[in-house]
Every structure is written in C-alpha cells, then in structure tokens.
C-alpha cells in the first residue's frame, strides 16, 4: 500500500526539527511515498527548497503549514489548487502580521473567519481533550469533507489511551482519521541532534532537560511497511485520498510585474525603446558609436524575448525618482552593465570604455532573472525605501529574507552550550581555532586540541557537522525587495521583521531564483553621500556642477596619484593591500582599475593568479594560451584568471563542465562554507583539466582560486561598477582635494580610515584644519576655500558626548558675532553634560582660556551642602593649563584625534624615543638595512588569504609605517604587540619600488609612554 | 607607630587554589568572571605571558596556549578573607573586612603587645604565609587602604584619583578638569570642591584627613571552623581529595591547637559541578585535635565510599568543640534506654546487622530510561517525587530472558538510552512490554535492539 505524509516538519520550523527539506524529500523516494507535505510551523520558509528537490522524482510535494493552539492541539492547513495556496499563505501573513519578529498569533476561531475553502484541515487534538470541544464542531461544520483527525503514534505507553480518543472524537464529529508520522526527522540516527536543538530552544543543556526530551527518536519519517504495522490500512488509505485532492505545484505560481511604471496605452517593451533611444542619444549627442547602438539593440531583442522590460522598467522607475531628489546612486550586477542601463541611467560606466563583455547580462541559458543592484547614498537611502512602500503599497512591495544559518563558531557554541560544556572551555576552544583555517580542518584542529578524550568530545565533533548550515532564524536581506502587482501576501507569506515598519517575505533570494521571482536590490553606499556632498562643495565654493557621469575620464593625472598609493579615502582602493598593489600594477586606463579591483581579493590571492599577471603586465612572461578556446575567456586578463566568470568558463572549457553543471558550481561557490559542496567539484575540474592536457598544479590553483571566490564572489561587472566609484573619488581627491576630504569625513562612518587619519592625510596634502569652536564651526565640518589654500574647520559632530539636537540648539541662539562668555553659552539651556563635551573638545578655549577652566567654570553645583555653601565662591578658583601631553589626551578623548603635535612627536620632544626613524626617512634608507621604528598601533590585520603573516600599521607624526610581522616572530612576542597601542619594532627595512615596509624582528610595546590610550587601533582579522 | 594598617590581597582566590596544588605554580593560571569572561587574577607566569587583569579570557588563550582557568567566585573570597580573619584574629583584635580582597588592621590597640610598628608588622606578615599582600601604614584608614592599593606612592597625595574609591562619573569629571592626584584635590579649598563637584568628595577628603570616620565594623569571629579548598579539576576519587584534605586539616588542627580545643566530629562536604553536596562525616568516639587522626579516619570513610559527583571543592567544617582536656562524659551514656530509635540510628542498626550493601532507599530521578528514574540512594533519604504509577515499583538489574515463556498483554513502548551516556554514536534502543510469564505474573520485559535479546527489568505483580 502506498502513504503520503502530510504532517511533516523541515528545519525552517526553527530548532524544531533536525531535518532540511531536502534530507527529508530524499528520504520519501527513498521509502517510495506517494506524496510528502511539508508543513513547518506557520511559514512557508523551507516549501521552495523541497520542491526544488522534489521536482522531476514523482515525488507529489504538498504545501502545508502547521498552527499550535495550547488547548486544542494542533492544525494542519495543506493547500489544495493556486486558490488554496494564496489562501494559506495570506493566512500564515495574518497570524504572523500580528506578533513581532519570529513569533506568530494563533487561534482556532482564526481558521473558522478566514477564507480558505481551497484548503484541507488535519487537526491532532491535544491530548487533554477527552471528547470533541465545540470550536471542533464549528470547524466541522466550515470544512465539512475536507476536515481530518490525525493520528501519529510515538511508540509511547499513552499511545493507546490516544488512540481510543481519537477515535470517540471521530465518532463524535463524524470525521475520518488519516494516519501520520508527524516527522521532525528523516532519520532516527537524527535524535541526538533532536535533542540538542531542544536544549539550545531551552537555554539549557541536554542532561538538565530529560523530561522534555523526545524519549526516542519515532517522529520520523517512517517505511511504508513500518507504517503499515502501526496503522490501520483505512487511516493509511485516507492520507492518499487526501494526497490525491492537493494538486497545487509550486512551478505553476506565477508571479505579476507591477503595471504603474507603463504609461497607459504603451506597451512594457514599447516603453523600454524609448527611454533607451532617448538615453542613447543623451549619453552620446554626436551619435552612438555603431557597435554600441548595434549592441542595445541585441539587448532590447533579448529583453523581449525574455520578457524581462518590466524589470528594467520598475529600476528606471526607482532611479529616476532618485535622479529627481538628486539622491547619487550607482548600478552594479551582471545585467547593471549593460548599453541598456547605462543608456536607461542606472549606471554611469560607459561601455565604450570598457571591454566587458554584453551577452552576459542576461543568462539566457540559465533562464534567470537579471541581476541589478542600485547603491544609493547612505544616509538618503531610507527615502527611496519609502518612495517604494509610497507607490506600491506596503501590502505590494516587502524585503526579501537572509537566512541566518549555523556556521562553525555559532554551531560549537551552541552545541557545546547544549552538551553541558562550561563557557570557559568553550571560549578556549574557539578561541584556539586557527580563524582562518576553522571552516576548513576544523575538526582536525579540535582533534589536536584534545577535544575527543572529553566524553562528549566526539558528539560535540559529530553534532556540530550535522547543525552547520541549519537555519537559525530570518532576518532581512540588506536591501532586496520584491514587488507584486497585487496583493504580496498572496504570493508568499510575509512577516514583521525587528525593524518597525519593515515586512519581510518568508523567502530567501535564493527561493526567489529558484521561482524566478522579480527582486529589485536597494543598497547603501557610503562613498556615495561622500561624493555627492564633495560635488555639492566643488560647486558651492568653484561654481562648476559636476556628476559621476559627467566627470573628464581616462585623466592620467588620476593615475600618476593612483599610482603613487596616494589613495586615502578613495573608494575600494584604500585598504592597505590595495595600496600595497597600486604601485606594483600602476594602473593606467579605467580597465586596470577594474583588474585593480578585482585583483587583490581572496580568489585571485589563493589562486596564486596575482604575481603570474604582475610579471606578465611587465613583460616579464609571455602571454600564452592553451588553444583559442581558453584565449577568449582569459585575454583580457593577459591569459591569467581573475574574475569569477572567468574561472567558471574556464571550467566549462577547461575541465568540460556543461552549462549546467557549471552553475551549479557557481551556486556551490556561494554557500561552500556552510554547505562543504565544493569538494564534489575538486575532482571533477582536476581531472577534466588532466584529460584536457593542463597540468595538475594549475588545476588545483585554479580550484583553490574557486573556493577563494567563495563567499567574496567578485564579478567584472561588479569590479566595473566599483571601479568607476573608485576613478570618481580619486578624480575628486586630485583636483578638488578640500571638497573630497569635507564630504568624506561628512559622511563617516565609512570606509578604512578614521577621521583622525583622513584629517592628517589632508593636512599632507597642504590644507590646512581648525579645530572646533563654539563660534566658528556647524555641525558639520566646513570649506573654507580662500584664495591662498583651502581650510577645513572642523564641525561640532566631532564632538564626543554632544548629540545633534543639542548642537543645533547651541547654534540657532549663536549671536551673529559669537557668544563672548561662558555665561552666554549656559544661557542657551542645553545639559550641562552637553558643555562640559565642548569644553573638553576645546570649543570653548576663546572664552575660558583653556579647556580645564572651562569645564571647571561649566560644572553645575552638585549637591546641596548646607554647611559649606557659606564659603567662598567657587567659580572663582583657577586650575592649571593643561601641558602639550595633556592637551593631547584630552584631544583624542573630546574629538578622537588632534591638531596639535602628534604623540609620537611629544615623545621624542621629551627625548623618550631615541633612535627611531620617522616615516618620512624610510625611502631615502637602503634596502635591507636594520632599522627601529616606533608609532602608535592604528591598525592590525590578519588577512584570510596570508599565511599566517600579521599586518600592522604604525602611526608616526609623518605618516604611516607598514610592519610585516611573519607567523613565527608573531607567535614567539605575541604578547609585545597584541595588546599594545604603542610599540616599538627593530626589524629590516624591505623596499620594492616606491612600497616600503618594516619586517619585524624585535618587538617591544611601550605603551606605558602614554598615560592612557589615545587612539584605537582598527583592527580586522 | 602608624594608627592604621591596609592589609591588601588581591589575588587571595589564585593563592589558595595554588597553595592546594603547588603544581600550578609552574602554569599560567587565571581566575576569570564567569559573567564578563574577563581575567580577574593572573599568576606569574601567566603575567610573565603577557597576561594581564582586566583582559578578555579568549585573548588569554592566545598568549598562553596551556593556561589554566578557574571561575573568580566573590563569595568564596570572601570566605577566604574570613577565613584569614580568623587566623589574624588570635593576634589583633581590632580587625575589618573590606569586600572580599582586604582588611584594616587597627595598630594602635596593639601598642603594648607590639613595641613598634615593624614588630606588628612583622607579626603580621608572618601570618600571612605565601599570600601575595601589600601591607602599608597610614594616619587614616582610607589613607592605608589607599596606599596598599597603588604600592608605588609614597604618600595619599600622590595616588592618582582614577586608584580610588570615588564613583566612576566623578573619577571622570577630576580627570577631564585635569585633577589628577589627591595631591590637586588636597590643595583646593574644600568648600569650592564641594559647591562643585558635590558631597562624595568632600566625604573622601575628609576621612583622608581623619576628620569623618570611615564607619568600619570590626570582625568578630564566628566560633566555628570552616575552610574550603578548590579543587584544581574535577576530582572522581580518593586519590584526588588527598593533598588538599590533609592541609585543610592541617588548617583545623592549628585552628584547634590555638584555642586549646577539639572536637568528635569533623564534617566533610564535597561539591559538584551542579553544587550538589556530598556530605561525608567522621565521628569519635573521644576528642580530638591532630590533623593525621582526622586524615586517617576520613581515608577510611572516603576508600568504602564512591563520590555520587566529581566534585570541584571541598570543605571541611567543625561546629561543635570541647575543651582539650576534658574528658569525653558521654561515653558512659547508652541509647539502650530509649525506646523509639532515630530513624539514623535504625538504619546504623540494621546496616551493621545485615551488610551495608542491603539497605538502601529510593529516589525518583530525571530522564526516561527506567534506571536513571528509579535510582538507588543512601539510606535515609527523602522521596522527593513519585514515579509513574504503571511501572514496577521496584526494578531488578535487566537479566536476560526467553520471549517463548511469555505473553505480550501491552503496547511496546520504545526508549532510547540518553546517547550522551557513552561515548558510542549508534543509538541504543529498547522495546518494552507488558507481558504475562507461565506462572501468569506480569512483567516488565524489554527487547534491545544492540543485543537482540529479551530482558526482564521489573514485575508488576507483588
């Protein structure tokens, strides 16, 4: 006899199910069901991913969702055809629109109001129930033939007692039984896991839970023939009937574009023309070079084809009321790149500038949506949120959901925590784990660690395998929204998410792909807000209005500077590796900028690629090529893998993968961490290339590159877009140096450098920086562009401890000659905290004399004391100046950084560093030579892709000096530099052209220098 | 002679634990918070590691690979401090705690025990026995105490503000007007100081100055002895319990030598993980004061005992005492008179009659396997909870049986073993069932899965 589950949990039932869909649709063909519901607690979550690998099995996959009332137990809703499913999910969106994040509101009189007569009911009474309440008579009553009992026995000693009341329940609402497993697992071997996830919901390890545990492991998917012994055949027969009655498939769902962004009487891709051809002929008013016109007509073609012009439509729609607001935005992703957006507005690279290549835009063959992301200004993004939810309803348009899954620290934690494994231990394991190899050897290194003489060792090992990758919780995606043409909600479940007023649908992108669903990515970008209002100061003070599209290109006085790392505060450039390369690949075209990019990141650095293309860029190797076929993919790149793209036509040329198989190996890239799919594919690439006559070692470089993508997955059209950021930042930076550094340190937080850094940058760069003051600065920091040099007078937002509002109330009561006492400033009612702030930053040096004073002269009177109040007035006490060290500290803890002299200059002021070279004298020293430096720690990093190798950034009152600290130095003096904020190192000097670093030899942390910590090293691991 | 001793110890938990086991001297060892996972102690070596106080725990890791860590507990610091306290006490009257790291030693009741201030402090510090301590002399109580706590000043007005007591928000304030010793505070009009910056720091400055007393309450010894030791690991056994057992009683034995004391009964109590107790008490029939009589007895109890927990610390307690010489009166006394016997002593009773190993109570326990619910305890012990009433009421040690002379009458019921009992990672499961033998007594049988064989764990009749 055949069986159909239909009550049957997947691992988006969070912590309540220690199964994924696909274990679990798996296991049904295996065990031949004729069909498998999956019915996770109110959410649709987990269907996508199980019909996904239902598909094409014979396997009948039913949606369903299960709801939990206390008092009555629990409900099954399977949908039946489209109406259904609309039905239950518009219901799951009800229940789940009334609770906050993860939590959902359920009531049996819910399913007797709500529309779902294309739904089944399937309730499994609760076992306090004796007989049948009335709320199951009136459910009878709404679902007549389509309401059933559920009957899933335990193998537990009240499964009798259960058994006999179900059955007077039938008798009394005349309602037949199905049988059901109830499954949470596909396999019993998944019980310990079962527990543990009980014990981690619980905040409580396993052993202190026993009488909540599952006592065995029987909610489970079960073999017909085990089925067939615990159930009568009727029961069984009844889940077949019903199986038979739900013919909704999830591939027939069909998903609406929004119509508004047509005009009436046009048709989508009528539209699309017009706006392109008008584009065209804005960005080229002299006439389109052929190819590029040639080239959008090929892209229209596709679009239609495709049917895809209401996608770009509904992008244009949302860019151009951006452009409207004068919001800076910018397009990135495959299909961002194209003649067609870039003549629609949505990007600003110009094709002819570039060597991309078009077709790809659109992956015909994989039959996706387009991918576009939209970057806008950081901190104007939340009006184009808004302009969104304003035109389509909040009830049309939600964000799309992140799955936050377990990866291998959460899993050791909370597996450990769930084993009973003290905090401490724990903390010493993780904190052991090499970061960079810990997804990798991990349970090697765990070995080697001791961890399996524990008694629990090897469940810790085996359970954190089996939780990695299970999903935690929704959260939202960062900007992905998808856009309905009716009701969203009908489409997929939408939920609160723990923002206000944010909805999420229960979907992740990659559901979303899967059912080839539109989404629209609204991102932030800081870089942005900082062009933008570096634009709006190039106009204010030179009177030239100037756009990212619009800016003079290929100038090689961009590149001289470039190619001089001169690159703080420009965009993707400005990280230290990044600087490290500029001068070692001097870019000289835009094209270099977009390998630049590309370059120095995780794929290309593993993959070895990085030095190959350096030596062949200079001449220093010939550019060869295996046959014509690898040519086309790799000579833009001089015959070296740079691009992600790249390296998956490679496989397809290379190591014969078919077009399938290759996405699939783009998809495994993604998600190898969690999911460890990557080394299904190692073989199959090295043998394929071995067969293909390339070398072994460049096939295992190339895979190696393919797992460095993995989740820094970094496309050329993605490195293009960057790049042109990149090239407007340094344009700004070059000619309007003033306007770039006030627009950038107005936009922080962001980037690499902190404001102390940007500003010292700034002043290398010959302008000049006033400190804050109470009748000088705004908020913001300010342009001042005389006729001699340009002057940046700091803004009261650098002001630790002073909020906006009081700021600006300080600010509307300034009398237009500036307050002239103390007096004047506490009139203006704002906190006490709030001036003392400013007195310690130092704005109120003109009318106290010094910062001490004033903040003595600020402080209110605490308490009361009746016996000392006669004395004498206190206000008239004068405390000392602060001494140059003093005033420094006090810089750096009022505004983070400060004007006066560095510390490191104080300290060789007071003859406390001797014999230390500054960074200034690094390049006329000789290489090899031994040298001792000394700086404040401003940054420590540890890249994924060094081996083992720590880079740390000092800070002298000349610049930056770079150390390059190897494993070994690092491990044996670990405790001179880990913790240190000022620290000497003797080491050898190493130059390689015009890039310049201190390898470390001797160590020594002298921060007992400074009385306490100036500035916080940034550090990244 | 200086009125005031500070008597600072700021690593009193690390002390003991090292002084328990002189072998993690040689290791770097921390003692952290369990709330915040900062170090809150830190040994030589750990510090010679690069290890400092304040720091996170995982940071520790990394400078020291092979670090020891222990939970930093106030409350058994404070005990410590106490403990100490009482010791002190023999040799200073005038003693009081301050939280749980140090204590005030009044020296100007002591000047006619003491003729000068490095005698008493030299008494002191003989006491103190390998504890790290600073110890300093002061005008005023806060004055020591203050001086104690920044070892490197040489008078109050050169201690930075931010080593004080004074509330965080103010220690801020000083500091950001560029106030940074007592010294800058002392030279101010004490009137300015408080119109500005309130009561809290003139209060300081005068119990600085001995014009406001500190309002300290001197410690009064508890009449009994009780000392704890932790435990270095998880101890199983006997041989774990030896070394820091013999110096507590170590400890007992001076505590009762200097008040010319002893007692009949010395109570030892381990605690586990969970801080469940184990009690363990040794008996005389006579007085006692000698650490090797205790130690010999209590190896006696512990070897015919196995530990229910691996215990983390162990505490010895002595509440009753008697006069060194005098002689035990109750020996002559005889229980035979009575007529209803304690229930303890009904259990003595029939333990020395019948063989410890046949008597025993029974405790309801957590879980679902049948033996972890029924668990044998020692006699005596309360029921707390009542099982399912369908079970056996007594269960047997499974022994194998043949399912041909049996008739299922039940269900099976099916359990699986709690997996994390053992190490294995195939499940164990068991099918149990009701059935009937050929004499019609009902059992409780079960099949297991791993033996694939029958076993009779109970039986449902009387």
Redesign the interface.
């Known amino acids: 006899m055949g069986f159909a589950e239909l009550h049957c949990l997947s691992n988006f039932s969070f912590l309540r199910s220690a199964s994924a869909a696909e274990e679990l649709v798996e296991q049904a063909i295996a065990y031949e069901y004729e069909a498998l519901a999956i019915t996770d607690e109110c959410s649709l979550a987990g269907v996508v991913k199980g019909w996904k690998a239902a598909r094409g099995s014979g396997l009948k996959f039913i949606i369903g969702s299960e709801f939990h009332c206390p008092e009555h137990g629990c409900f099954v809703l399977l949908s039946r055809g489209q109406q259904g499913y609309r039905q239950l999910s518009a219901f799951i969106s009800t229940c789940r629109g009334k609770s906050r994040k993860g939590e959902y509101d359920f009531a049996v009189t819910d399913l007797e109001q709500a529309t779902l007569d294309d739904c089944l009911l399937l309730w499994r009474p609760a076992s306090s129930l004796k007989g049948a309440p009335v709320a199951a008579h009136a459910l009878k009553l709404k679902f007549k033939q389509r309401f059933w009992l559920l009957a899933e026995r335990g ?3 009240h ?2 007692e259960s058994a006999r009341q179900l059955g007077v329940i039938s008798q009394q609402l005349d309602c037949p039984v199905v049988a059901s497993n109830g499954a949470c697992m596909h396999s ?2 998944r ?2 896991l079962y ?1 543990v996830l009980s014990a981690i919901r619980q905040h409580q390890p ?3 839970i ?2 909540q ?1 599952a ?4 909610q489970r998917l079960r073999s017909r023939s085990e089925t067939e012994q615990l159930y009568p055949a009727a029961w069984i027969e009844q889940s077949l009937y019903i199986a038979e009655q739900c013919t909704f498939d999830l591939g027939t769902l069909r998903y609406e574009y929004p119509a508004e962004v047509v005009p009436s009487g046009k048709t989508p891709q009528g539209y699309l023309g017009e706006l392109a051809a008008a584009g065209l002929q804005r960005r080229y008013p002299k006439g389109a070079p052929e190819a590029v016109a040639e080239q959008l007509q090929r892209e229209l073609d596709l679009v239609a084809e495709m049917e895809y012009a209401h996608f770009f439509l509904t992008i244009y729609d949302i860019i151009d009321f951006a452009a409207q607001q004068r919001i800076l935005f910018q397009g990135r992703g495959s299909a961002a790149n194209s003649v067609l957006c870039y003549c629609l507005g949505i990007t600003a690279v110009n094709p002819a500038q570039s060597d991309l290549l078009f077709e790809r835009f659109i992956s015909k063959e994989r039959n996706e949506p387009p991918d576009i992301d939209v970057d806008f200004e950081h901190e104007r993004r939340e009006e184009v949120i808004q302009y969104i939810y304003h035109k389509y309803g909040r009830e049309r348009a939600a964000l799309t959901a992140t799955v936050i899954t377990y990866r291998l620290r959460s899993a050791l934690r909370d597996v450990g925590k769930a ?2 494994f ?3 231990q724990l ?2 394991l ?3 784990l090499d970061r960079r190899d810990s997804e990798e050897d991990w349970h090697q290194q765990l070995q080697a660690l001791g961890l399996l003489k524990h ?2 060792g ?2 810790l090992l ?1 359970l954190t395998e089996q939780i990695r990758g299970f999903p935690r919780h929704l959260s939202q995606h960062v900007g992905g929204f998808v856009i309905a043409s009716e009701r969203l909600s009908d489409l997929v479940p939408v939920e609160n998410a723990s923002m206000p007023d944010r909805t999420v649908i229960q979907w992740d992108k990659n559901d979303i792909e899967t059912l080839k669903l539109l989404k629209v990515d609204v991102l932030a970008l800081g870089m942005l807000t900082a062009l933008r209002k570096g634009f709006q100061l190039v106009e204010q003070h030179y009177g030239k209005a100037l756009h990212i599209r619009t800016l003079p290109q290929e100038d090689p006085a961009v590149y001289a500077m470039l190619q001089k790392a001169d690159a703080v505060g420009l965009f993707q450039v400005e990280s230290r590796a990044q600087m490290n390369m500029l001068p070692r690949l001097k870019p000289k075209t835009f094209y270099d900028l977009v390998v630049q990019i590309a370059i120095v990141r995780p794929g290309p650095i593993q993959g070895d690629m990085v030095h190959p293309y350096l030596r062949r860029r200079d001449g220093l190797e010939p550019v060869e090529y295996p046959n014509d076929e690898v040519k086309a993919v790799l000579q833009r790149t001089l015959g070296v893998p740079i691009f992600q793209e790249q390296v998956i036509k490679l496989a397809m040329v290379a190591a014969g993968f078919s077009g399938g198989e290759a996405d699939q190996l783009r998809r495994a890239m993604a998600t190898w961490k969690s999911s460890g799919q990557m080394l299904e594919f190692k073989k199959r690439i090295v043998e394929g290339m071995r067969e293909r006559g390339y070398e072994e070692e460049f096939a295992l470089r190339l895979f190696a590159q393919i797992c460095g993508f993995g989740e820094y997955g970094f496309p050329e059209s993605h490195a293009a877009s960057f790049a042109n950021l990149a090239y407007a930042s340094a344009w700004l930076k070059c000619h309007y140096p003033g306007p770039f550094y006030v627009g950038l340190l107005n936009s922080l937080p962001m980037g690499f450098y902190s404001a102390a850094q940007i500003v010292q940058d700034a002043r290398r760069h010959g302008i000049a920086v006033d400190a804050v003051c109470i009748n000088q600065s705004s908020w913001d920091h300010q342009l001042e562009a005389g006729s001699y040099r340009e002057t940046i007078r700091l803004g009261l937002r650098l002001v630790k401890g002073l909020n906006k509002q009081a700021a600006q109330t300080i600010l509307q009561q300034r009398p237009v000659t500036g307050f002239t006492s103390l007096a004047q400033v506490e009139a203006t009612q704002v906190a006490g905290t709030e001036l ?1 702030a400013l007195a ?1 930053a130092g704005a109120l040096t003109s009318l106290a004399g010094h910062r ?1 004073q004033a ?2 002269d600020l ?1 209110r ?3 009361q ?1 009746p016996l ?2 006669t ?2 007035e ?4 004068e ?2 100046a ?1 001494d140059a060290m ?1 005033n420094m500290h ?1 810089d750096y ?1 009022a505004v983070g950084m400060t004007l006066g002299d560095h510390p490191i200059a104080l300290l060789h002021k007071e003859g406390r560093l001797k014999n230390c070279k500054k960074s200034t004298d690094l390049p006329s020293l000789r290489h090899g030579q031994l040298v001792t430096v000394t700086g404040l720690v401003v940054g420590r990093q540890r890249p994924s892709t060094s081996s083992g190798v720590t880079f740390v950034t000092l800070e002298d009152e000349t610049g930056n000096v770079n150390v390059v600290i190897w494993q070994e130095t690092g491990r044996r003096q ?3 530099w ?2 240190a904020r000022l620290l000497e190192v003797k080491g050898t000097l190493e130059k390689h052209g015009e890039i310049i670093h201190v390898v470390a030899g001797r160590l020594t942390d002298k921060s007992t220098l400074l009385a306490s910590t100036p500035v916080k090293s940034r550090d990244f691991h | 002679m200086q009125p005031w001793a500070y008597l600072y110890l700021p690593a009193l938990q690390l002390d003991n634990l090292q002084l328990m086991h002189p072998a993690l001297s040689e290791q770097a060892v921390v003692l ?1 918070s ?1 709330a915040s ?1 900062l170090v809150i102690q830190a040994n030589g070596a750990a510090m010679e ?4 106080v304040g ?1 996170a ?3 520790a ?3 020291a ?1 092979d ?1 020891q ?1 222990f ?1 930093h507990k106030p409350a058994f610091q404070r005990q410590l401090l106490e403990q100490l306290a009482e010791q002190l006490y023999q040799h200073f009257a005038d003693l009081a705690l301050d939280e749980s790291h140090g204590m005030w030693v009044r020296l100007q009741a002591m000047q006619r025990l003491f003729a000068s201030e490095d005698a008493a402090l030299k008494a002191l510090q003989a006491q103190l026995n390998g504890l790290t301590s600073c110890i300093r002399t002061g005008p005023t109580a806060l004055a020591a105490q203050l001086l104690a706590r920044s070892p490197q000043s040489y008078a109050p007005g050169d201690i930075d503000v931010r080593q004080t007591s004074l509330s965080a928000p103010l220690k801020q ?1 000083l500091q ?4 940074q010793t007592i010294d800058h505070l002392q030279r ?5 100081l ?7 720091l ?1 209060q300081f400055l005068a119990q600085l100055h001995g014009q406001q007393p500190l309002g300290l309450s001197f410690f009064q010894p508890s009449g009994v002895f009780k000392q704890e030791a932790q435990l270095a690991a998880e101890v199983h056994n006997w041989n774990g319990l030896r070394f820091p057992l013999n110096r507590l009683l170590l400890g007992l034995e001076a505590y009762l030598r200097s008040r010319q004391q002893m007692t009949r009964c010395v109570e030892i109590t381990l605690f586990d ?1 969970q801080s469940q107790q184990q009690r363990v008490r040794v008996n005389m029939a006579e007085g006692e004061f000698r650490a090797a009589q205790f130690y010999t007895l209590a190896q006696l109890r512990f070897e015919q005992q196995r530990l229910s927990a691996p215990a983390l610390i162990l505490r010895v307690e002595v509440r009753t005492f008697e006069a060194m010489q005098a002689q035990a009166a109750t020996l002559t006394e005889s229980t035979s008179g009575s007529a209803a016997m304690p229930l303890g002593a009904l259990l003595n009773v029939l333990q020395t009659r019948l063989g410890r190993a046949c008597i025993h109570g029974v405790a309801v326990g ?3 396997l049948p033996e ?1 619910v029924q668990q044998r305890v020692p006699p005596g012990t309360p029921l707390l909870k009542v099982a ?1 009433g ?1 079970r056996p009421p007594w269960l047997l040690e499974p022994q194998p049986t043949e399912i041909a002379g049996w008739q299922l009458i ?7 073993e ?3 009992c053992h ?1 294995e ?1 195939a ?1 164990r ?1 068991r ?1 149990y069932v009701v059935a009937r033998d050929e004499h019609g007594r009902r059992g409780w049988i079960y099949f297991d899965h791993q033996s694939q064989g029958w076993f009779i764990q109970g039986w449902l009749d009387g």
């Open positions: 193998l537990h000693g499964d009798g019993m071997e019980l310990p527990h396993v052993s202190q026993q009488s545990l006592v065995n492991g029987e084993l009973g003290p905090q401490a903390s010493q993780l904190a052991r008694p629990m090897q469940h085996d003392e310690s001490y903040r003595w402080t009177i605490g308490q004391l000392l109040a004395a004498e206190a206000s008239a006490y405390l000392s602060p003093s006090e803890a670990r405790q001179q880990l913790h | 952290y369990d996972q590691a690069g290890i400092q720091m725990l995982s940071d890791w990394v400078l690979g670090l860590v939970v304030k950001r007007m560029g106030l101010m009009p004490s009137a300015t408080g119109t500005k910056l309130g009561l809290e003139v993980r957590e879980g679902w972890c399912a369908w039940s269900q099976p019921e099916r359990l699986v709690p997996w994390w190490q990672r499940l499961i099918d």
